[in-house]
């Protein structure tokens, strides 16, 4: 038990320093994927709310930070995101396909936007328009982040059942 606590504790780690140190880095539409969010909605539909909720406090806490915005809009972010992530999961999207996968990337992404942008209202005075329209962007590129991996599993699952 103690092992596998201290695993996820290093992956929460490794991940919010990808995210931090190398995602944020890439030139424009790539810096604005949000792996860890791509990630919290794996963790929710392969291994569960109690497991995303865990990470997404984890996370949400490393972001806290290195952020300028006042503590507690990334942790809030990232736990409302989940929250209603799984409620769409377990009440709308119940088949969980690709696709599912795709649409609740796509609606957590927005939901998470909106989220930080009501923060940033809120706390920031000077709300530029680009803020708002690189929630396009994220949506497609976090989109993307679902559909790789999720295909990898899937060929990676055909080529097993081919060798039996």
């Given at each position: 038990m103690t092992?596998?606590?201290?695993?996820n504790i290093i992956l929460i780690i490794s991940l919010s320093v990808v995210q931090i140190a190398?995602?944020?880095?890439?030139?424009a539409p790539a810096g604005n994927l949000n792996l860890a969010l791509v990630v919290l909605i794996f963790i929710l539909g392969?291994?569960?709310?109690?497991?995303?909720?865990?990470?997404?406090v984890?996370?949400?806490?490393?972001?806290?930070?290195?952020s300028f915005l006042p503590f507690g809009a990334?942790?809030?972010?990232l736990s409302l995101t989940v929250i209603i992530a799984n409620w769409l999961l377990n009440y709308f999207f119940t088949n969980r396909s690709l696709?599912?996968?795709?649409?609740?990337?796509?609606?957590a992404t927005v939901i998470y936007g909106l989220i930080i942008n009501f923060f940033v209202l809120i706390f920031v005075e000077q709300l530029t328009i680009s803020h708002h329209l690189l929630l396009s962007h994220m949506i497609v590129l976090r989109s993307?982040?679902?559909?790789?991996?999720?295909e990898i599993m899937r060929v990676?699952?055909?080529s097993t059942d081919i060798s039996r």
């Open positions: 092992a596998k606590i201290i695993t190398l995602v944020s880095g890439l030139p392969f291994s569960g709310f109690n497991f995303a909720a865990w990470w997404a984890g996370v949400g806490f490393l972001f806290e930070i290195f990334f942790l809030i972010g696709y599912s996968f795709l649409a609740l990337t796509g609606l993307v982040g679902v559909t790789i991996p999720a990676k699952a055909s």
